[in-house]
């Protein structure tokens, strides 16, 4: 295979679509069968990579020493490409890795477990080399895994009686849009909280089977419409898998370019900020970049139902 020649005789207006192979074949070369050097061709002298929510970053050489001690732990390492998709200079790339703990890593011995790690790397690419990396991926898969951390009691609890748990608890229901080069795309999402009021910043909950989950993951910025008692039938066309789910919806682009969809009681527009991967699911969190609300009494939904909350009798507090 001519690895080394795709990865470094290359012209400086390398054409862009040549970027997902390059990084393909030299993720390949690095991870599954240990040849880091490869990475010298892809990433930049200046590169940085910067892990988890902390941003802990590493340098190229680092980032190759990193993997040699997993692969040392990990011999029989195996990545998977789930998804890769390009937006200009910059890739996103959904990953999962698979292999068998039989070195000593973080000072854990070998324990002989099969091991699988999935997570998201987000690159910005500077001609033809990547000078940044973002990687988040699910860490407490990997500690779980090892013996490091004991999250199997909580396991070990029955998903049909937590899901009864969730069913208590009250929500809102919105939908979650953004533009995918023209395309309006959304879902309907009921994991959505407040984090922060100053600044102002929120998170939601998507899972990673939904069609929408891969064009959020390379869109700046996404749309929060909090539905109305009266868009019940928003609701169930969001919730659904039609291929064009605003065909019947009035909405327009808001100042940020997300769709926002007309006769919601309250909208946000959100500039992503981190993607966190957990379990079967990505946490979107970011800052609120327009917002506004009016008087239109919001969609509820609680126990699998949709209630209109202004039939309610408010309580005394
Ligand atoms: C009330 C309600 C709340 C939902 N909340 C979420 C949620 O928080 N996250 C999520 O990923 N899916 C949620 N869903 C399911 C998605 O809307 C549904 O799977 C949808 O078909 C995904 O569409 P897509 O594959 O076109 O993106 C919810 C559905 C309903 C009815």
């Known amino acids: 295979m001519t690895r080394t020649a795709d990865l470094t005789d290359h012209t400086p207006d390398t054409d862009p679509a040549d970027r997902s192979t390059r990084l393909r074949a030299a993720w390949s070369a690095a991870w599954d069968q240990g040849d880091v050097d490869v990475l010298d061709g892809l990433l930049s002298p200046a590169y940085v990579r910067r892990r988890g929510p902390q941003g802990i970053e590493q340098t190229r050489e680092g980032f190759k020493e990193s993997i ?29 890795s698979t292999g068998r703990h039989t070195g000593t890593f973080l000072g854990v011995p070998p324990t002989g477990r099969p091991v699988e790690v999935s997570g998201a790397t987000f690159a910005r690419f500077e001609g033809d080399t990547i000078t940044e990396e973002r990687v988040t991926f699910d860490s407490r898969q990997l500690l779980e895994a090892l013996g490091v951390i004991t999250t199997s009691q909580g396991a070990a609890v029955e998903p049909e009686l937590v899901r009864g748990v969730h069913r208590k608890f009250i929500t809102g229901v919105t939908v979650v849009t953004t533009d995918d080069e023209g395309t309006p795309r959304g879902l309907a999402v009921n994991a959505f909280s407040s984090i922060s009021l100053d600044p102002p910043m929120v998170l939601v909950c998507v899972q990673r089977s939904s069609s929408t989950h891969p064009v959020l993951h390379r869109a700046r910025h996404l749309g929060i419409n909090i539905l109305a008692a009266d868009q019940l039938d928003v609701a169930k066309t969001f919730a659904g898998k039609s291929q064009d789910k605003f065909a019947d919806i009035r909405w327009s682009p808001g100042e940020h370019g997300a769709p926002l969809i007309e006769g919601s009681s309250a909208q946000l527009e959100v500039e992503i900020g981190e993607r966190i991967e957990a379990g079967s699911h990505s946490v979107f969190t970011g800052r609120v970049v327009s917002a506004r609300h009016d008087d239109r009494a919001p969609l509820v939904y609680s126990g699998g139902g949709f209630f209109d909350i202004s039939n309610t009798a408010p309580l005394p507090w």
């Open 68 to 96: 040699r001690a997993v692969r040392e732990a990990f011999p029989g390492l195996h990545t998977e490409i789930e998804d890769l998709v390009e937006d200009g200079d910059r890739l996103a790339i959904r990953w999962r």
